[in-house]
Every structure is written in C-alpha cells, then in structure tokens.
C-alpha cells in the first residue's frame, strides 16, 4: 500500500491554517494512521495517532481526521515552531511493516 | 524519562558489515516490539525493521530482507540491527524507535525516537 501526501510544499505565513493530505492506494483502517514532524537534523516527533488521537504535550493546534483512503492533518494557527516536513504513516498487514509518506514540507510563507 | 540512544554507526566499504545499537532507558523494554527506520541523505523516512517484545518475531523491509537481522537483549535493554553486504544505498541515518503501545507482533505507530546513527556505504 502506498501513501501520497500532498502538497509536497505548502507555503504558508504564521498564524495561518495549514492543510495536509494522506492518501493511500488502498482502503486502510483509521487505527493504522499516524503523523510525525521533523525539523531539521532531528528525528522525527510522533503528533497523531489512529488517525485523529494527539500525541502526549502535542498542542490542540494539531489534529488529524480522515477515513478510507484519505487523510489529513490541520494545523489551525501556525506558530514558528510548526515549519517543518511532515510524515503520515501506515501500519501494513501484508507484508508486515509500516509504510511512510514521502512528507510535506511546511514552509514559512 | 524514556530514552533511546543508538550507536556503531561509521563508514564502510560496499559489501562489508555493520551492527548497530540502541541503548533503552526509562521503560520495560521486554514489554515492547522495537524499530530500526532509515533515512537517507535528503530523503524520507523508510521503515526498515521490527521485532516483537520477546524477540521471536521479525518482519523486514524487502529492501534488507536477507542482508539485515534485528534482535534484542531484554536482559540489557539494548536493540541490535546487523547489517551484511552492505551497499552504498544503504548509506542513511539509522534511527531505533519504540512502539507506542505493548502489542504483539508490534503495534500501529512508534512513540519515541532515538537521535539517530549515521551509517555511510562508500569505497
């Protein structure tokens, strides 16, 4: 199953709603979804689990919905510390493993 | 606090071996499956592995697949990854990751993230 997130820029200034899409290639279950954040030179930061639960000291400026085959993550009001790429994820059956997104990247507008 | 701390990272020549490992602190290590993800220079992130709590199930990418094992030491909280015949597309930065709930074989997502261990394939 292969997941494409779009865009794969989004310029966008702080303050501002931010918009990011999933899409699998295949009808996947929402338990299966998460988003990550990484900022340069560190390792990605798990935001969202099971497509819409926040990850522990995550900031309710992040949230995450979708269903079937589409997915997104919102961020309401950027803040300067939001501007980095962003990865969803999927737990896959067969074969066991997970897959990534290629990412998008946040970047200040 | 809950800590993951990778290393044996190094440069090396295509086709030669490598291990790697990632020291485990402020969890039960034996109670959860363990992750190594890649990430090449300038690229995404690419899963790579996994083993399950007690060690006896392993999945792979099928990129490694028959080139890489994952094991651990529940007795050491440490997480392993031996890499063989190594190629110059295997050159990445090597994270270890924890799963987010205790699960078998493994669960949905990895909640925590090592810094990373930066394994270079070049003649």
């Known amino acids: 199953v292969v997941l494409t997130q779009s865009p794969a820029t989004l310029s966008v200034s702080p303050g501002e709603r931010a918009t990011l899409s999933c899409r699998a290639s295949?009808?996947?279950?929402?338990?299966?979804l998460a988003w990550y954040q990484q900022k340069p030179g560190q390792a990605p930061k798990l935001l969202i689990y099971?497509?819409?639960s926040r990850a522990t000291d995550i900031p309710d400026r992040f949230s995450g919905s979708g269903s079937v085959r589409d997915f997104i993550l919102t961020i309401s009001r950027l803040e300067p510390e939001d501007f980095a790429v962003y990865y969803c994820?999927?737990?896959?059956?067969?074969?066991?493993?997970?897959?990534f997104g290629p990412g998008t990247k946040l970047e200040l507008k | 606090q809950v800590q993951l701390v990778e290393s044996g990272g190094g440069v090396v020549q295509p086709g030669r071996s490598l291990r790697l490992s990632c020291a485990a602190s402020?969890?039960?290590?034996?109670?959860?499956?363990m992750h190594w993800v890649r990430q090449a220079p300038g690229k995404g992130l690419e899963w790579v592995a996994v083993?399950?709590?007690?060690?006896?199930?392993?999945y792979y990418a099928e990129s490694v697949k028959g080139r890489f094992t994952i094991s651990r030491d529940n007795s050491g909280n440490t997480l392993y990854l031996e890499m063989n015949s190594l190629r110059p597309e295997d050159t990445a930065v090597y994270y270890c990751?924890?799963?987010?709930?205790?699960?078998?074989?493994?669960?949905?997502?990895?909640?925590?993230w090592g810094k990373g261990t930066t394994v270079s394939v070049s003649s």
């Open positions: 295949q009808n996947i279950s929402g338990d299966y």
């Open positions: 994820q999927q737990y896959v059956t067969s074969p066991r493993g997970y897959t």
């Open positions: 083993v399950s709590y007690g060690g006896s199930d392993k």
């Open positions: 099971r497509t819409s």
């Open positions: 990751a924890k799963d987010g709930e205790v699960a078998w074989p493994y669960y949905y997502y990895v909640d925590v």
């Open positions: 402020g969890f039960t290590f034996s109670a959860f499956g």
